[in-house]
């Protein structure tokens, strides 16, 4: 089970960060994602760290987001910097084998989290 946490209501230019636990497995082996959905859109990519070390972002977050993972704990975190009126959303958590493009595919993660609101005020 993946518990995400640590969403809220931000002015824009503030900073959150969110964490995802896992209960009960470990997820050193996985690609560990985090994925937001608009009001009104469709879930969208923001990032991933890979199982082997690598970062990806996508293009709208990239240089603001931060992804990390403390194996020990089995947590990911998303640490937002920078944020603006259009990173609201709930931001999901997720885990997947994939590799390469693939971790940019929704397809590609099979257990998610339940989401937590992020809200940025302008």
């Known amino acids: 089970q993946l518990q995400a946490s640590g969403g809220g209501l931000v002015q824009a230019g503030g900073s959150l960060r969110l964490s995802c636990a896992a209960s009960?497995?470990?997820?050193?082996?996985?690609?560990m994602g985090w994925f937001r959905q608009a009001p009104g859109k469709q879930r969208e990519f923001a990032a991933a760290?890979?199982?082997?070390?690598?970062?990806s972002y996508a293009d709208s977050v990239k240089g603001r987001f931060t992804i990390s993972r403390d194996n020990a704990k089995n947590t990911v975190y998303l640490q937002m910097n920078s944020l603006k009126p259009e990173d609201t959303a709930v931001y999901y958590c997720?885990?997947?084998?994939?590799?390469?493009?693939?971790?940019?595919?929704?397809?590609?993660?099979?257990?998610w989290g339940q989401g937590t609101q992020v809200t940025v005020s302008s």
């Open positions: 997720a885990e997947s084998r994939c590799s390469g493009y693939e971790c940019y595919l929704l397809k590609s993660y099979d257990h």
């Open positions: 760290f890979s199982w082997s070390g690598g970062t």
């Open positions: 009960g497995r470990t997820i050193s082996p996985y690609t």
